[in-house]
């Protein structure tokens, strides 16, 4: 069964930082593109940062171009958030998305149970 | 504002057919991108609905269907139930931010 389960959200101060991660379970995880997609409070999804199987490509939203930073480890089934520079706008629920499908053509099969990132002073 | 836009809200009668629309441009749906939709009811994680315009994962009634036509894209749902009333959101690729877009959501509420 596929699992992912993020951890690491909470309160954070404007300015401040948190590393969020992502475990996965139940698939082989270097086989597939990641996402991070984000839902603020009473709002929509939006996609935040996407990586490849290797690392080698990052994509990010430009709201959040040199704050925020997308990584994985192969090896522990782990994928992870560095957000810095935090600002109130990225209060959100953040999900660890897996995706399928055909390049550029596809869809998110597999969602975390997501966690919540408070920006507040 | 959303890249991709849906109405923020419709609704119906039990037993009644609604459609959501979702249009984009010529970066992402008018690409020739497939579009995707995702139901979430309140609280819950978004769960895949229909994908590659027109098909449903096992487990989703027959009674969920997509279509897309140049740079719009619709979600049918016909003899709506009370257990449909939730949040829809259309997703496709944009090749101009190398990402998924979603649109705005639209919640369907069973009158």
């Known amino acids: 069964e596929v699992q992912l389960v993020e951890s690491g959200g909470g309160l954070v101060q404007p300015g401040g930082s948190l590393r969020l991660s992502c475990a996965a379970s139940g698939f082989t995880f270097s086989n597939f593109w990641m996402y991070w997609v984000r839902q603020a409070p009473g709002s929509g999804l939006e996609w935040v940062a996407n990586i490849n199987q290797d690392g080698g490509e990052k994509y990010y939203v430009d709201s959040v171009k040199g704050r925020f930073t997308i990584s994985r480890d192969n090896a522990k089934n782990s994928l992870y958030l560095q957000m810095n520079r935090l600002r109130a706008e990225d209060t959100a629920v953040y999900y660890c998305?897996?995706?399928?499908?055909?390049?550029?053509?596809?869809?998110?099969?597999?969602w975390g149970q997501g966690t919540l990132v408070t920006v507040s002073s | 504002q959303s890249v991709l836009t849906q109405p923020p809200s419709v609704s119906g009668a039990p037993g009644q057919r609604v459609t959501i629309s979702c249009t984009g441009s010529s970066s992402n749906i008018g690409a020739g991108y497939d579009v995707h939709w995702y139901q979430q009811v309140p609280g819950t994680v978004p769960k895949l609905l229909i994908y590659g315009n027109n098909n449903r994962p096992s487990g989703v009634p027959d009674r969920f269907s997509g279509s897309k036509s140049g740079t719009s894209a619709s979600l049918a749902i016909t003899g709506l139930q009370a257990e449909d009333e939730a949040d829809y959101y259309c997703?496709?690729?944009?090749?101009?931010?190398?990402?998924?877009?979603f649109g705005g959501g639209t919640k369907l509420t069973v009158l």
């Open positions: 998305a897996r995706i399928s499908g055909p390049f550029r053509k596809y869809y998110f099969d597999y």
């Open positions: 997703q496709s690729y944009d090749s101009s931010l190398s990402g998924s877009v």
